[in-house]
Structures are given as structure tokens and as C-alpha cells.
């Protein structure tokens, strides 16, 4: 019997893959009706932070919508344009080319993420990782042949544009955005859950997406609001494709989100190779696309370099864990987690940048005498001779006396010399009882002792 917790993974994967599936499906159906891509876009903005909102609500109080900082907003208008570009870069593909031609292109992401570190950054890979890159490379070449026209030419320019803008923005937060942070504490103390994450990013690229869909599509929906009245059966059916759309949109972000943070970095990896396959194949059901033979030799190609580039992940992390290591090393940062020291401590020796420093002592045998060579030292004067160390003063304490005063004895205050005077009184001073005691006391404890 499996455990509760595989159960539940695998209905999340499911869960994940349908509503992935779902997004991109009914958003060909909307542009097919409603060819205008960068509409699309800035609704599926609006409704994931619409969606942000309820989940925040007292309607539905999963968790609490923090109030903006300048440390949320730094962190998150980055976020917000990567996510612009590429989904306009998507949607327009989409517009195009046939979804699952859109999500080929797209596996090719693992080919621009270790060309971008070997050219730029220097990281070299095993041959291992090179391999996985033909099969993956060939199959995409394979499954786009038949789509190359005058017609789709912007669509899969616009594919390859949204590949390349992902996997900009991965590299960008791996590399760019860490160096910001200064200690742990500070980022813990700005870390955001996924509903705030999710809000804030998709609220930022709503803002943004304004006056570009301003610019684009303003005047268009303006000519087509006015002629819906003639086509109100159409009209009803893209308002129900939009809101199914911007619904599966964000059930996509959080499943996604979900599965991240329960599972191990390398469980998701295969998780999403398994979604891209799920995703192309419905795609080509729900639409009834026909796929030729060559195109159906590529999809399978690139199947297969997905997964061999998936079995060599653990080379492309340690590439990638090696080019922070020097870096991290080279600005003298201090790791802010035991992952980054074990980073960074890890193989430090193979790093290309930094030689350890070793000392030689010289190694002396027993029975080899040590060489001793012979020391000339300067006359000494002879007027330092005649120098006379002047002897050390003495001095003189005074004894006690002999015997202690006893208690017995009377202390009269006449017999007290004042400096101007004796004092006379002629009361006697006798001991007090108690103290006697406390002194019988003292001598039986030391008699003890």
C-alpha cells in the first residue's frame, strides 16, 4: 500500500498536469475567437491576483496580504517583467503555432540554461550533459519542420523568445538577485508566501502590461465591443473560455508552488518533465492534430533528451553550485545557510580560480649534524666596565608585638593617644557577651577543622 503522503503527490502531479493542460488549451480556444494575445495576457494577470485577493479575504482567510515595502517591491518588479515577456512572448505563439508545436519549442530550455553558463559564465559540463542536448535539439527540429512558414515564421520566433526569456529570468534569480541579501536574517524577514508572491508578481505585471495593452489592443476591443451585439452566442462562450482560463491560470501557480516546497528539487524536475509530455499529448487530442510521422519522431526525440538531460541534473547543479562557490569566493561573501557552507566548503581545492596555499618545512635527519657556522661579535667598550649598579634600597617594617591583646584585658580610652591630645572618660569598656560567644564558637569550629 502506498503512504498517504505518495497518494496525495501523485493527485497534486494530476491535479497540476490537468490544470496546466486546461490553461493552455482554453487559451488557444480564445484566441482562435479573440486573436488578441496581449489581452489575454494582462486578464491572466488580473484574475491570479484577483484570486490572491479571495484567498486573503475573511471569505476565505488562508493567509494575510502583507502591506508593501521597498524591499517587496525591489524584489518583486523584476519578477514582474520577466513574467510580461514572457507570457506576451507565449501568447502570441500560441496565436500562431499549435500549442503543442508552442510547448516543444519550449522543452528546449535546458540547451539555451547550459549554453548561456558555458558561454558567459565559464561552467563546463560533463560529456554527459553535452549528449542529453542532441536528442532534445534534433527532436524540436523534427517536430517544428512542418510548421516553418511565411504565416507561423513570428510564432515560432515568438516561442523560442518565451523559452529564452524564462530561462533568462531563472539564471537572473539564481545569480543576480542572492547578492542583494546581506545575512539571513534579512531575507528571512522579507520572504514572502505564495499567495503574497503570487500577488505581488501578477499585480506588478498587470500595472505593467497596461500601457502596452493600451497601445495594442485598446482600439480593437473598442471595434469589437461594438459589433458583439450581433454575436451574442460567441461572446457568451469567450467570457466562460476567459474565466476557465484565468481560473486553471492560478490553479496551475499555486499546485506548483505546492509541490515545490514538498518535495525534493530533483522530484519536481522529473514532476515537470512529466508535464510537459502530458501537456503536449492532450494538446494534440483536445484540437485532433495531425501529426505527421517526422513530427511524431521529433516529439519522441525530445522526450528522450528531456529525460536523459534530467538523469544528468546532478552534473548541471554541481556546474552551477561551482560558479557561486568562486564567485561567492571572489567577493568574500560568508554563507548565510549550512547548504552554502557545504557549498562552498565542499570541493573548494577544484575551484579554478583560487589555489590552496601549502607549506614546505625542510626535513632534518638524525644521524645529518645540523651546520653551525661561527659568529663574529663586536668588541665591547671598555668605558661600559667602569658602570656601577647602585645597590637596592632597604627598608625597615615595623614587628607586631608578641602576644595579641586578649578579651580578658580592659580597653580604658584613656589610654588612646589622640594628635592633639589623650582622651580621658571614666566609663570602662568590657567586652560584650556575645562576642565572647561568637569567639567560643570560632575556636571549636578551627579546634573541628
Known sequence: MPSIA?????????????????????GKQILNQFRLPVTLTIVQFGFVAGYCVLFASPVIPYTKIRSPTRSILRSTFPMGIFQVGGHVFSSVAMSRIPVSTVHTIKALSPLFTVATYACLFGVSYSMKTYTSLIPLTLGVMLACSFDVSGSNALGLLCAFGSALVFVSSNIFFKKIMPSHTSSARETSAHKLDKINLLFYSSGMAFLLMIPLWMYYDLAAIASLWSTSSSRPGSSHSLVFYFLMNGTTHFAQNILAFTILSSTSPVTYSIASL??????????????????????????????????????????????????????????????VSREEHRMMVSSRSSSPNIEPISFTYPSYSEKAPIPIHPVSLPPIDPSLTKLRVPPAPTFTYPSPPHSPPTTAQVFHPSNVQHRRGTISSSVDIQPHPQSQLLQADATKTISVL
Open 6 to 26: 505518495t497518494v496525495r503527490f501523485v493527485l497534486l502531479c494530476c491535479l497540476w498536469y490537468m490544470s496546466s493542460a486546461l490553461s493552455s488549451n482554453t
Open 274 to 335: 512529466v508535464k510537459r509530455v502530458a501537456v503536449i499529448i492532450i494538446a494534440i487530442i483536445w484540437f485532433s492534430q495531425a501529426v505527421h510521422p517526422v513530427q511524431g519522431l521529433g516529439i519522441g526525440l525530445t522526450f528522450v533528451g528531456l529525460w536523459m538531460y534530467n538523469a544528468a541534473k546532478d552534473d548541471v547543479q554541481k556546474g552551477e553550485n561551482k560558479l557561486r562557490r568562486v564567485e561567492a569566493t571572489r567577493d568574500l561573501l560568508l554563507p
